[in-house]
């Protein structure tokens, strides 16, 4: 009788996707340059066990329709080493304490977090934006500032990790995890 091996079963997942730690954000500044990542298709942003990653959403160029490497003898390190101990197919959910698909949710995050401090950020940069001066008559209120850098009818992407899942965040950011829409399992 033959075992059975999980590769035979596989899907590919970690060959769709990449992740790369990013440093935490700090400033209102260090939130804006990741609003700026997830401007990009197919990237997402996530924190897990309160470490910042950059997902990119994308298919080796290696992966044949079979879902198996078309370069397996010449793979690179990374994946060589990559085992079913941590398979994304094998190990289940993964519990991510936020998960980001849209600027808009990192946005509302940063607010949730930071306060005034990443409204007045917004403000600054909306008046450099139009070249007006912050004594203006008609400057816009923060309040309108933030209201127009929403966009409500915003949904996530759909998953590319249709196995993905993450539980539900608890502390002062659970209202913006609300909002977001997370990959399911």
Not at 82 to 88: E, F, I, V
Not at 112 to 125: F, P, S
Not at 130 to 147: F, N
Request: with cysteine; aromatic share 10%; proline share 6%.
């Amino acid at each position: 009788m033959s075992e059975e091996c999980l590769c035979d079963r596989c899907t590919a997942l970690c060959c769709r996707y990449f992740a790369l730690g990013i440093d935490d954000p700090e400033t209102a500044e260090d939130y804006d340059d990741i609003r700026w990542y997830l401007a990009h298709e197919n990237v997402h942003v996530f924190i897990e066990d309160d470490e910042w990653y950059l997902s990119i959403q994308t298919r080796c160029r290696n992966l044949q329709d079979d879902n198996k490497c078309g370069i397996y003898e010449d793979r690179p390190k990374i994946c060589r080493e990559y085992s079913t101990d941590n398979c994304d197919y094998y190990t289940g959910s993964y519990d991510f304490d936020q998960y980001f698909t849209e600027p808009e949710q990192l946005e509302a995050y940063a607010q949730a977090i930071l306060g005034d401090t990443y409204k007045r950020y917004a403000m600054r940069q909306r008046l450099k934006n139009i070249g007006m001066a912050k004594d203006h008559p008609e400057k816009p209120s923060g309040k309108q500032v933030l209201a127009a850098r929403v966009r409500p009818s915003v949904k996530g992407h759909p998953s590319r990790h249709p196995k993905r899942r993450h539980n539900a965040p608890s502390g002062p950011a659970a209202l913006v995890a609300l909002s977001v829409n997370t990959p399911k399992r």
